[in-house]
Structure formats: structure tokens, C-alpha cells
């Protein structure tokens, strides 16, 4: 019997061929989708995943309060002295170790000089952490000694090609040589963090390297990601109830009242390693992480699109079953029970949609280098060969087929032998309804995405035009270390003599980035000095970083070269101005402060500027000129040039820069790249929401393609009298497209709300955005019911131009 239901299924494919094609295309690209996305989520879900002990492995994290208990930062990385302390506070932590990213590293080899960015001083017990094959050296002993370096084969063959690197010896900048003791194979592209080169962290102990002191009692500096190894199943919350009170004893600074408790103004955190990727969007991640709202999108995407072509399934199938009503009485009156042709039908859809699944891992497997190289993701097709995985996708096609081919196999089995034989079968409203409600929900679904599309592309055009208080334009942008310190004037002032460098400034952070540094401000309130109550970010700056973005002053003036004083003064934004509550920025110039210990006055008022991306709101910031002998402070050195030949510029800045700083080399970047990389995410979104909108609206055009040809099928003998009678053809497409254009526009009733609502809360992530335009939706409800109208006109107009005596004579 089962054969036979082969048989069948496979006869019916061939001689209905256009209908089989719309139903193998509508199923195929559906499947496609939830194959690509299911490889997107796959690889979000499986980071850090590779580590055997990932589940007893946390990060440790550190917020800070303002003085009304205000929460106001929350780092991912925390002070040195905390790994040690808390090991030997708390005995069931099994290990500690401690990773601090190095940024933009020079590093030489004989000739070869790059910068390398994924540098980490690392404890030598890292490889219990995050194990890794290890080619060359001992993992254990391979970052015990100061000055050695273990490293990735990519950067082996960078530096000494074919040698062997064990024992070469890499130069850090002028000063520093690392003796490569080890090999190791990187960590994995679904890991957190990806250290390439690895400096052992016992060198920090050893020398003052970049101004790090006092690892022991430095509770200032937090930029070491500390990570601890606990039991299985550890109730880890115990631990954190302790942590108040660990505060209030390991932490003192010089001055603090007796009995102050640092917990009120710190805490630390817990923080699962398997957490991290998805569920981590702390203010200094290692790497940018992923979310996992967004993994939930794309799955209701995948959803809706699988959901979309099963309705399509089950128009075309229903569609279809007019021209089989004959084979099916001829079936009843042989014998065939309800169930034999509801279990035919199921078999038939059943065997489209594993033919589907088969065409569509073939697809996938073509389109995935597209796919990654617009979302940035390196997923492979080899993660769905896991039994795990395979499993439920063998069941889907059976799911699929089951739910997708019941309506039509109920449908068809419902039929009367004495009817369908008699002549063409005419369907109940009821079951048209149903048919209609399908359409609907498909046509509601594709006109969600067109809205949501069309959203982030204008919130992107409205981050991309809106100004920005400074001149992002021709600005190139330089990591500045300590080693450039001693020849900078001289450089600046070689820059400045060609009329093509315009300014070279200096700053700790440069705009697109974040800000996280607070000193405590405290200002004139009578005749004391008292704390304020709010969070006052600052960022070290020279005389040229003002001018070198073209920030605009309020009050007062930059700081200036002619008054030796301004080390000891401060620059404010507007919003520091409000939040401080000086009303105007003229009342402030000359108001007393004290920052980080510093006594001074306000010397200059800047327009407010968006410092950080259009995610944060304006916040209050302080500039502060650091002194000659801490130009340490300094990480960052912006060049604005003409514009006017840009290559020529950076070939002169090229090679002054080598005159001046040989053993560095000179990467730079230009301050819009950085600009439009803060919103790399929803470039990707626009585009992926574009894609889907399409193949939503494809094959939600098939189903009404369906439809129209079901509903036609119905009224060939109103078609041939209406000719017959002399209506026209325009008059009688417009009647038969009236009826799909309301369910068009349904659609649109139903998804206008639905999208408002989604679309509105994903614009609260921007502090800045738009207000949704009514136009938008108008827009989305004109182009769905273009695209309805063209689709069901094609039938239409076929209907209207076949000779009425052959719609009347079939009865």
C-alpha cells in the first residue's frame, strides 16, 4: 500500500509540474532560511562550549556606585590584587588566573616590525582555563619565567617563517626582549576572547612596564579579566553574599574615614564563562559579544518563514485538489476508506518536503560563504552533522509534511463520490475562509519585515546625518604609547610645517569610544568642598584636542600653551553644567573644583558632543590636562589633515613617523571608520531583514498565486457570462482581484500594530532615535498590496482573455 502511495505521490509531482515547482520552491527556500539561521544560532549558543570545565568556570566583574547607590559602571575586568585575594579568602576556589590585554603591541624580528593587537599578559596556569593544543613547550612552564612569550603558528610563520621559534627572542618596542618558550594552536572562533601572542604575567612583577605598579595594592586599575576555577555544581551565590564583606576588608585608601565601607561604593560579580558571548554587554568587553535577543529574532524569523511557506503548501496543494476531485471519487467508489486518502495525501506531502530538505542543504551548502561574509560569522555546514542536530532535522520535513498536508488531505478526502463525478467541485465558504485566514497571516507576516526594514535603515541614516558636535571628517587616528612621549613635540611641530596636517592632538580616548573613567569631583558648596552625587567622566586631553575635532566652546576658552596654571584647571561639557546645576555655562568659567585629588578652576565650557555612539545619552564629561611627566596618560593621537590628497598625507605622515619612532609601526585609522563600526550590528540587521522581507514576500506571493487560481477555478462559468454579457477585461480583473486586495489590506491592519509595537521597542537600545513616520506603514501596505495585485492579475487576466464559450460549455 505504502508503494503505491510512492507511486502515486511521485506521479502526481510529474504531471503537475508548474504546481510541484511552486511547491517545491516555497518549501526549499523556507527550509534554506531555518538552515542558515539554525547554523547562526548553533554557533552563538556553542561559545566557549568547547572547554571541558566551562560550567566551573566565572569571570569575576566589578561595579561601581555613585554616592546615592546608583549604579554607574559595571567593568567585565577588575583590579589586579583581587585574583590573589579572593583565592586565599575563600579556599574552594580550586585556581585563579589573570589576563590583561595589551592593546596595540610593537613587536620586531630581526627587520620584520608589526603591531599586534591580540597581546595578553597571562598567568601561567591560562591553559587550565582555556585548554588549547599545545605544539611546542610546556603549558605549564611555558609563561613562568619573566620575559618569555608563547605564541600562536600564524605568528610563528609571521615573524621566522620556516625556523623554529623556539628560543627566538621578539623585541617589545626599544626596551624589551621576549624568549618564545612555547607554540600553541589559537583558541577556537567560538571563544570569548582570542589571545595570539601571550606574555608572561610574572614580567609585570618584575619591571614597571606602561606604568604598572603595585600589583598587589592597586585597586585603581581595572583592566585584568580574573577568571576562577570552582567545583562542580558549587552554589556560587554563597560566595557572592561574601563578597561585601571581603570588600570592606581587603580594600583601604589613604584618607578614607574610619569605618567607611568601600561595598557601598563597589561590588564585585560572578559571571558564568558560558555567559559571556551572549549574555555579557559590559562597558570593556574583550571582544564584541553577541546578543541573545538577537539569536531569538532570527529564530522567530526562521519560524515565521517556515510557517509562511507551509501556508503556501497548503494553498497550492488545496489549489490542486479541483483537478484531482475526479481521481478521488473514482478511489471511493472502488473501496478507498477516508483514512486511505487522508494517509495518500500525508505520504505525498511528506515525500515534497523531505525532497525540499534535501535541495535546501544543498543551497545552504552554496550560500554560506555569502552568508558569512555579510554577517562577519564563520559558520560551517558541519555543525548540523551532529546526531543532536541531524535528529530533529530529519523530523522537521515530517513535521513540516504532516502539518502542512493535513488541511489539504482533509480537504480532499471530505469529497463526495457522487459529486465530484457528476462535475467540478464547488467548496464550501467555510473552507474558503480558512484558506483566507492563511493568506492573511502569510501577507502579515511579510508586511512586519518591511516595516522593520525600513525602521533600521532610517534610524542608520538618521545616526549617519545627525550632527554629531564634532568634525569626524579627515581625521586620522593613532594608538600613542609611552615610548613616543620624548619625541612628540618634535614630531607634531615636523607634521605641522606641511600646509596638508592642520592639527595633532592628544587624548587618553578619542571619540566612538566609551567612557568609563571617573575620578570623584568635588566642588564649592559654602565654605567646604563637597562630593557630588553623580557620575563626572573624564578624559585626559592636550592643547590640540579640542581644535583637532573642531568642538565647538560654550564659555571660556581651550586649554593653551601661555598659562603653565592649566594642569590644575578643567574643561566641562554642557551636560556636566546641568547635572553640577551652575544654570549657564558663562556662571560656571572660573568655578572652583577639585578632581582626582586636584585642585583647580573651571577654565572653559564645551558645547555638549556625542562622545560615545547614539546607544548612550550625552553624558557629563570633564577634560583634564595632565602635566609634562604624565604624558603616560595619553593612549591616543588624532591627526586632522586637509583632505584635499589624502594618500599623499598619509605617505608624509608615514614617513615622519618612521624618522621619529622607528622601532614602532605607524597603523592608523580614520575616525568615520570608526564612527560607522559602532553600528556595524545594525548595518548587518538591515541587510538580513532586507533579505528575509523577500523571500517572505516570495513565497507569500506563491500562496496567493494559489489562491487566486483555486478561487478562479471556482468562478470560470461568472467569468464567461460576465464576457458574454459585455463586461471587459479590466472590469472583470478588477472584480476578481477585489476580493484578494482586502485580504491584502487585513494583512495590513493586523501588522500594523504588531510591527509599531517591535519596531518601537528595539529603538529604545538608542538614546537618540526616530520617532516611527505614519508613512512607513502606508508605504509597506502600498508595496504588499502592489505585489498582491500583480501576482493575482496574472490569473486573472488569463481568466478574462480565455474564450467564454469554453467556461460555459464545461457544464
Not at 423 to 433: C, W
Not at 450 to 479: E, K, P, S, W
Request: glycine share 6%; net charge positive.
Amino acid at each position: 500500500m505504502f508503494k503505491n502511495y510512492f507511486i502515486t505521490a511521485w506521479r502526481n509531482l510529474k504531471k503537475y509540474k508548474f504546481i510541484s515547482f511552486i511547491n517545491l520552491a516555497g518549501l526549499t527556500v523556507g527550509f534554506t532560511c531555518c538552515l542558515l539561521i539554525s547554523l547562526y544560532e548553533l554557533n552563538e549558543l556553542s561559545f566557549d562550549q568547547f572547554n571541558p570545565k566551562a560550567h566551573q568556570i566565572y569571570r569575576v566583574t566589578r561595579k561601581f556606585y555613585s554616592q546615592n547607590g546608583v549604579e554607574n559602571l559595571h567593568l567585565s575586568a577588575v583590579a589586579p590584587p583581587f585574583g590573589p585575594l579572593l583565592q586565599n579568602t575563600f579556599p574552594d576556589i580550586q585556581k585563579v588566573t589573570r589576563l590583561l590585554p595589551n592593546g596595540v603591541t610593537p613587536l620586531s624580528y630581526k627587520e620584520k616590525l608589526f603591531n599586534e593587537n591580540n597581546v595578553y599578559w597571562s598567568e601561567e596556569n591560562v591553559f587550565a582555563f582555556f585548554p588549547t593544543k599545545i605544539i611546542e613547550g610546556d603549558a605549564e612552564k611555558g609563561l613562568s619565567e619573566p620575559y618569555s612569550v608563547m605564541i600562536t603558528p600564524e605568528i610563528a610563520r609571521k615573524y621566522f617563517d620556516n625556523e623554529d621559534p623556539i628560543n627566538k627572542v621578539i623585541k617589545m618596542g626599544a626596551q624589551y626582549n621576549f624568549k618564545v618558550t612555547g607554540v600553541y594552536q589559537p583558541l577556537p572562533p567560538n571563544s570569548h576572547i582570542h589571545p595570539q601572542i601571550m606574555l608572561s604575567f610574572s614580567t609585570l612583577n618584575d619591571t614597571a612596564l606602561y606604568g604598572l605598579k603595585n600589583l598587589q595594592t592597586n585597586f585603581g586599575n581595572n583592566a585584568f579579566y580574573t577568571y576562577l576555577l570552582l567545583p562542580e555544581n558549587y552554589p556560587v551565590a554563597n560566595m557572592v553574599r561574601q563578597f561585601p564583606a571581603f570588600i570592606d576588608k581587603a580594600i583601604y585608601f589613604p584618607g578614607q574615614p574610619p569605618g567607611f565601607k568601600q561595598s557601598k561604593t563597589t561590588s564585585l560579580e560572578l559571571q558564568k564563562l558560558t555567559d559571556i558571548h551572549l549574555q555579557s554587554h559590559l562597558d570593556d568587553e574583550a571582544e564584541v559579544n553577541g546578543d541573545l535577543r538577537q539569536v531569538y529574532i532570527f529564530s522567530a524569523i526562521a519560524f515565521f518563514i517556515l510557517l509562511i511557506a507551509c501556508i503556501n503548501y497548503m494553498n497550492l496543494s488545496s489549489a490542486r485538489s479541483i483537478m484531482r476531485a475526479r481521481e478521488i471519487g473514482v478511489r471511493k467508489v472502488v473501496g478507498a476508506e477516508r483514512k486511505q486518502i487522508m494517509l495518500q495525501f500525508l505520504t505525498e506531502s511528506v515525500c515534497i518536503t523531505y525532497i525540499s530538505m534535501i535541495i535546501a542543504f544543498f543551497l545552504t551548502w552554496i550560500t554560506l560563504p555569502f552568508v558569512n561574509n555579510l554577517s562577519g560569522q564563520r559558520l560551517a555546514i558541519q555543525s548540523l552533522f551532529r546526531w543532536e542536530i541531524v535528529t530533529p532535522l530529519l523530523l522537521l520535513p515530517l513535521i513540516a509534511g504532516l502539518l502542512s498536508g493535513s488541511y489539504p488531505a482533509i480537504l480532499m478526502s471530505a469529497f463526495k463520490p457522487v459529486k465530484v463525478l457528476k462535475g467540478p467541485v464547488k467548496v464550501s465558504r467555510k473552507s474558503f475562509s480558512f484558506r483566507e485566514v492563511l493568506v492573511v497571516v502569510q501577507f502579515a507576516i511579510s508586511i512586519i519585515l518591511i516595516i522593520a526594514t525600513t525602521v533600521v535603515f532610517q534610524q542608520l541614516r538618521y545616526i549617519q546625518n545627525a550632527a554629531l558636535g564634532f568634525d569626524r571628517q579627515h581625521v586620522i587616528t593613532t594608538d600613542y604609547g609611552t615610548p613616543l612621549s620624548p619625541h612628540f613635540d618634535a614630531f607634531r611641530n615636523s607634521l605641522l610645517q606641511s600646509s596638508q596636517i592642520q592639527e595633532v592632538g592628544r587624548s587618553s580616548r578619542i571619540p566612538t569610544g566609551r567612557l568609563l573613567d571617573d575620578l570623584g569631583a568635588k566642588v564649592l558648596s559654602g565654605d567646604s568642598m563637597v562630593p557630588i552625587n553623580a557620575d563626572l567622566k573624564f578624559v585626559s586631553a592636550d592643547f590640540d584636542f579640542i581644535p583637532a575635532y573642531g568642538i565647538q566652546m560654550a564659555a571660556g576658552r581651550n586649554f593653551s600653551r601661555d598659562f603653565g596654571s592649566d594642569t590644575a584647571n578643567f574643561i566641562i561639557n554642557e551636560a556636566a553644567v546641568q547635572m553640577l546645576g551652575w544654570k549657564t555655562p558663562q556662571n560656571s568659567i572660573g568655578k572652583d573644583m577639585n578632581y582626582g585629588g586636584t585642585k583647580g578652576k573651571i577654565i572653559g565650557v564645551m558645547k555638549d558632543f556625542h562622545f560615545e555612539s547614539m546607544h548612550q545619552p550625552i553624558i557629563p564629561l570633564l577634560l583634564l590636562l595632565p602635566g609634562p611627566s604624565q604624558t603616560s596618560y595619553f593612549g591616543n593621537m588624532s591627526i586632522k589633515i586637509s583632505g584635499s590628497n589624502v594618500p599623499a598625507t598619509i605617505d608624509l605622515i608615514q614617513k615622519k613617523w618612521r624618522a621619529y619612532f622607528p622601532d614602532i609601526p605607524f597603523a592608523y585609522t580614520f575616525m568615520d571608520e570608526n564612527f560607522d563600526n559602532l553600528y556595524k550590528s545594525e548595518q548587518q540587521q538591515g541587510k538580513l531583514f532586507t533579505i528575509f522581507s523577500f523571500i517572505a514576500i516570495f513565497i507569500a506571493c506563491l500562496g496567493l498565486l494559489g489562491l487566486s487560481a483555486f478561487s478562479i477555478n471556482q468562478r470560470l462559468k461568472e467569468i464567461g457570462i460576465r464576457k458574454v454579457l459585455g463586461a471587459t477585461v479590466a472590469e472583470i480583473v478588477g472584480a476578481l482581484s477585489k476580493d484578494f486586495l482586502k485580504l491584502v489590506f487585513l494583512s495590513a491592519v493586523i501588522a500594523f500594530p504588531v510591527a509599531w509595537f517591535s519596531m518601537n521597542k528595539w529603538l529604545q537600545d538608542f538614546a537618540y532615535r526616530i520617532k516611527i513616520p505614519w508613512w512607513i506603514f502606508i508605504a509597506a501596505a502600498v508595496i504588499a498590496l502592489f505585489i498582491a495585485l500583480v501576482t493575482v492579475s496574472y490569473q486573472a487576466i488569463k481568466a478574462a482573455l480565455t474564450n467564454p464559450v469554453h467556461n460555459l460549455r464545461s457544464e
